[in-house]
C-alpha cells in the first residue's frame, strides 16, 4: 500500500480503500502527486465535506500550502496550512471572482465537488487559468456520468442529455476538448491547454449500480 492510501485511509477519506466508497483513487494519484510531495506547493480542492482529504493532502504534503472550496462555511477546519473559501462552483460569477482575487498558482487542483457536467466542465475552464504549467488537474468521481437523467445528486438532478454528449466522461475522451457548457472562445482557449488527458476506472460495488457500479477519475496534466 503506497503512503498516499495509507494516509487516506487514517484519515477516512473516501479516496483511499477502507472508508465509504472505497474508491481506491489514491493507488493512481501517488504516481502523479509523488514528485511534489516535500516541495512547498499550492493544491486546491472543489468539495470539503468532513475535511478528511484535506487532512490527507496536508500530511502527505507537509510543506504544501493546503486550499479548499466549498459551498458551505467550513472555515472551522483551517489551520496553519489550510485555508479555506466559501464560494459556489456552480456560479460563474464567484468563479471569476476567485480567479481574480486569490493571488496563487496551483500545481495541484482536484475537483471533489458537485458531480454535476455543467459544474465540472465550468470549473475546469475558470481553474486552469491558476494551474501552472506541468501542473495537475484532476476531475475526479465522474461516474457520474454514467447516471440517468434526473437522478438527483447533492440537491439538483443529473441532466444527461441523449446519447450522453454533455458528460464529462465523453467530454474528456474526444479531442480537441470541446464542452456544450463553454462558448466557442472559451472552448477554443481551454483545447490546448493540457498534452495529456487520462481517465481510470475500476469496477467497484460500493459504488450503486446506478452509476454504473464503477469508480472513475481523471488526470489532466497542463503544458
Known amino acids: 500500500m503506497n503512503e498516499l492510501t495509507k494516509i487516506a485511509n ?17 493507488d493512481i494519484y501517488e504516481k502523479y502527486f509523488s514528485p511534489f510531495r516535500y516541495e512547498q506547493i499550492n493544491l486546491l480542492e472543489i468539495g470539503v465535506f468532513e475535511g478528511a482529504s484535506l487532512r490527507t493532502y496536508y500530511d502527505y504534503f507537509p510543506k504544501g500550502n493546503i486550499h479548499g472550496i466549498d459551498i458551505f462555511d467550513l472555515s472551522q ?54 494551474l501552472k504549467s506541468g501542473g495537475i488537474y484532476v476531475l475526479e468521481d465522474i461516474h457520474t456520468s454514467l447516471g440517468q437523467n434526473n437522478t438527483p445528486l447533492y440537491g439538483k438532478t443529473l441532466q444527461i442529455m441523449p446519447n450522453r454528449v454533455n458528460t464529462t466522461l465523453s467530454y474528456l475522451k474526444n479531442k480537441p476538448l470541446k464542452s456544450l457548457y463553454l462558448t466557442d472562445a472559451e472552448n477554443q482557449e481551454l ?15 460500493k459504488v450503486p449500480p446506478s452509476f454504473g457500479g464503477k469508480s472513475i477519475t481523471s488526470i489532466l496534466i497542463k503544458k
Open 10 to 26: 487514517y484519515h477516512h477519506s473516501d479516496k483511499g480503500t477502507t472508508a465509504y466508497s472505497q474508491h481506491g483513487f489514491t
Open 77 to 130: 477546519y483551517s489551520n496553519d496550512r489550510i485555508k479555506l473559501h466559501q464560494l459556489d462552483q456552480s456560479n460563474r460569477e464567484q468563479l471569476a471572482e476567485f480567479i481574480d482575487e486569490i493571488g496563487v498558482k496551483f500545481d495541484i487542483i482536484i475537483d471533489d465537488g458537485s458531480h454535476h457536467m455543467d459544474d465540472q466542465q465550468i470549473s475546469l475552464y475558470y481553474l486552469t487559468k491558476v
Open 191 to 205: 483545447a490546448e491547454q493540457y498534452e495529456e488527458v487520462l481517465v481510470f476506472e475500476r469496477d467497484n460495488d
